[in-house]
């Protein structure tokens, strides 16, 4: 689901409860005629039923012309401003049953300067001939209810192609000069907004065929530029046809007629009911289909075909990186999958306190803090249950949940309830401190002995967690130098001592090696990574150039990266800071003043290779540097590094990153003290598994 469908939810919120049922839906129709060129928008609308007391907003560049109920004129009073927006009452009499709004304006130009933070959060309805959007949460259109059903008559000029989300009705091509493409699509289902999207797009088509079923119509809307790209197209389509397969096959039927991969001039990654709306730039990039598309994709699942309970929190981006990117990994190997898992791990580290919410309280991602919480403790959270239940288990509370929910909104409870079903065990401790706890459990081994015990070995580990403590399916490996064995503990105290019978006896032991339990990681084994500075609450900031246009681009640069401004401060005080510090210059100065500090030198990765170069340096965690040839390979930074969080070092040659990596992880195993003959082992019996705990 897109950042736009999180948001316009999270509004209506405020305002109005969750429906108990679906059913009695309004219905929008909209005639709408767009001219990208002079960003001239005109629409009709038409609602029925009409709410008693319909009150909405329309963005400020929109204007209504006139309006009628049931075929009977209404006065129009203009209406009060708020913001960008303009609130509007129509004076409806008693027992309306439809509202017509006519109204028209000239829309906002795009702005492709945008980056993808300001697409996030600052986005009203542009137009230009090169993309034109008009996202849901944009008040292009008066929205009668949080949930409603729509058709939308599309009509643009006959070099341009629109679209919104649903089913294609009807299609008139352009035959002549002047001629105007035409477009009409229906949403039967209760959907949450309308986003509509024009460009100078080339359309490319395949159907799907399924068994039992009406086939999907498979299209990618590319510009020319796109399109020319051999096999890009076909590609697209051929990676839907098999993420929709995938996903039907592992949840239940596709619940739409089509999906559509339309390129954004916006750098844009948002997915729509029967659609994805992607960057141009981004599509290019070979991953993404294998990637970005599958969790677009799977959004018609989870988020669009299941709609989200925000009031209760936001399931849908975990269990869709849960089944889209972290699934992807698992295919790709074990090793990707368990980078994966360090990632989110880290990550989580990298966020000051303050700032780690619960998961309960996760609504969208406004900030990369909470989707940190949002995206991976969440993902996480599935990972572990699916370990506690077994994979046949899992799938089947996945079934158990689309069936039942199918259309309707649904929160973390009604998943609790589906996997219990499934399973026949109560889960309400596991998903209760997972769900409501801010923070992670940091379990360690303070300790670990063993003592003959006939023909084997009792060997006493020391577990410690803090208070209060977690429930926890602790993994630990047992190292014997010549093999390796794999056990799972079960923990509830800040301090516990468990005895476990071995036959031989262990060199070493190490907890969870395979990372599968959300933990705080040992800060001070874990590598720094830019992930540390972009969600600093106080970043700071040390210009290295006196040269103007320098110190002007590495100011820009910070100020994109940091997520809240940073503050300059001397070389002297580097040392000193209690907040993660960015160095910013070019090549020379930044290696004399290293030097001159005796801070560690460039290191050989990413050494000088490249336009530009980042690195956070491993001897003092709270600094991160970026050296570049001149002020415009700094500018080049400002789109790309943000959205290399989870990294330590990096090689930029423009734009492009072209190398990057992480520094390695520190994690010691914890040796194995064999103890006398004759020294007392006291002995506890292990209690495996979660049953009779939860519930």
């Known amino acids: 689901m897109s950042f736009l469908a999180m948001l316009r939810r999270l509004a209506l919120l405020l305002v109005a409860p969750l429906p108990a049922a679906l059913a009695a839906t309004p219905l929008v129709e909209l005639d709408v005629d767009l001219d990208p060129g002079s960003r001239r928008l005109t629409v009709v609308a038409t609602i029925t039923p009409v709410p008693p007391t319909f009150r909405f907003v329309l963005h400020e560049s929109l204007a209504i012309a006139a309006a009628s109920t049931d075929g009977r004129p209404l006065p129009i009073t203009a209406g009060e401003q708020q913001g960008s927006l303009r609130r509007w009452q129509l004076p409806l009499p008693a027992g309306s049953r439809s509202l017509r709004v006519e109204y028209q304006g000239t829309l906002p130009a795009l702005d492709t300067r945008l980056d993808?933070?300001?697409?996030?959060?600052?986005?009203?309805?542009?137009?230009?001939v090169e993309g034109s959007f008009l996202p849901a949460s944009g008040a292009w259109y008066p929205r009668p209810a949080e949930l409603f059903t729509y058709r939308v008559r599309l009509s643009v000029p006959g070099d341009q192609r629109a679209l919104v989300a649903g089913?294609?009705?009807?299609?008139?091509?352009?035959?002549?000069?002047?001629?105007?493409?035409?477009?009409d699509f229906?949403?039967?289902?209760?959907?949450?907004?309308?986003?509509?999207?024009?460009?100078?797009?080339?359309?490319?088509?395949?159907?799907?065929?399924?068994?039992?079923?009406?086939?999907?119509?498979?299209?990618?809307?590319?510009?020319?530029?796109?399109?020319?790209?051999?096999?890009?197209?076909?590609?697209?389509?051929?990676?839907?046809?098999?993420?929709?397969?995938?996903?039907?096959?592992?949840?239940?039927?596709?619940?739409?007629?089509g999906f559509s991969v339309v390129a954004s001039p916006l750098p844009t990654g948002f997915g729509m009911p029967t659609l994805t709306y992607l960057g141009a730039e981004v599509l290019k990039l070979p991953f993404i289909r294998a990637t970005s598309l599958g969790h677009e994709i799977l959004h018609n699942w989870w988020g669009n075909g299941v709609l989200v309970d925000y009031a209760s929190g936001n399931w849908a981006e975990g269990l869709t990186?849960?089944?889209?990117?972290?699934?992807?990994?698992?295919?790709?190997?074990?090793?990707?999958?368990?980078?994966?898992?360090?990632?989110?791990?880290?990550?989580?580290a990298a966020v000051v306190v303050d700032r780690r919410q619960t998961l309960a309280s996760f609504r969208s991602r406004m900030h990369d803090a909470a989707a940190v919480v949002g995206y991976g403790k969440s993902a996480m959270l599935f990972v572990m249950l699916r370990d506690l239940l077994g994979e046949d288990t899992f799938r089947r509370g996945l079934s158990i949940f689309w069936q039942e929910q199918r259309f309707r909104v649904a929160g973390?409870?009604?998943?609790?309830?589906a996997f219990e079903q499934a399973s026949g065990q109560g889960l309400t401790f596991f998903f209760r401190q997972w769900l409501y706890r801010p923070g992670a459990p940091q379990p360690k081994i303070a300790g670990a002995s063993a003592a003959a015990s006939g023909a084997g070995y009792h060997l006493r580990l020391e577990v410690t967690q803090g208070a209060p403590a977690y429930a926890l399916r602790l993994p630990i490996e047992l190292d014997y130098g010549d093999a390796l064995e794999s056990r799972t503990l079960s923990v509830d105290g800040a301090r516990q001592t468990l005895t476990l019978a071995v036959n031989r006896l262990p060199k070493s032991v190490r907890l969870d090696p395979d990372l599968r339990l959300w933990r705080m990681l040992d800060a001070g084994r874990l590598p720094p990574i830019l992930r540390q500075w972009i969600v600093a609450r106080e970043g700071r900031l040390l210009l290295v150039s006196g040269l103007p246009e320098v110190r002007a681009a590495a100011t820009a640069l910070a100020?994109?990266?940091?997520?809240?401004?940073?503050?300059?401060?001397?070389?002297a005080d580097v040392r000193r800071a209690a907040t993660p510090v960015l160095l910013a210059g070019l090549h020379a100065e930044i290696d004399a003043v290293l030097a001159a500090a005796k801070i560690p030198p460039r290191p050989s990765d990413p050494g000088r290779r490249g336009t530009a170069q980042v690195w956070t340096v491993p001897g003092i965690p709270a600094l991160a540097v970026i050296s570049a040839n001149d002020a415009e390979a700094l500018r080049a930074l400002l789109r790309p590094l943000p959205h290399y969080g989870s990294q330590s070092w990096l090689v930029f040659d423009g734009g492009r990153a072209i190398e990057r990596g992480i520094w390695p992880i520190i994690d010691p195993p914890i040796p194995v003290t064999l103890l006398p003959a004759g020294?007392?082992?006291?002995?506890?019996?292990?209690?495996l598994g979660w049953r009779g705990r939860l519930g």
Request: proline letters at 7%; aromatic letters at 12%; charged letters at 30%.
């Open 679 to 687: 020294a007392p082992a006291a002995f506890s019996p292990l209690r």
């Open 321 to 348: 990186t849960f089944m889209a990117d972290y699934a992807y990994q698992e295919r790709v190997s074990a090793a990707a999958a368990r980078a994966l898992r360090l990632a989110w791990l880290r990550d989580f």
């Open 167 to 183: 089913r294609l009705l009807k299609e008139e091509l352009p035959v002549a000069r002047g001629d105007c493409y035409r477009a």
């Open 412 to 417: 973390w409870d009604d998943l609790q309830r």
């Open 559 to 571: 100020s994109r990266l940091f997520e809240e401004p940073p503050r300059e401060i001397a070389l």
């Open 116 to 128: 993808y933070r300001q697409v996030l959060r600052e986005l009203p309805p542009m137009a230009a």
């Open 186 to 257: 229906e949403f039967a289902h209760p959907a949450d907004g309308i986003d509509l999207m024009a460009g100078p797009w080339i359309i490319r088509e395949q159907m799907m065929v399924r068994a039992g079923a009406e086939p999907l119509r498979l299209r990618t809307y590319f510009t020319r530029d796109l399109d020319r790209i051999k096999g890009l197209a076909d590609s697209y389509l051929d990676e839907t046809r098999a993420h929709l397969a995938a996903y039907a096959e592992a949840i239940g039927a596709y619940p739409y007629s």
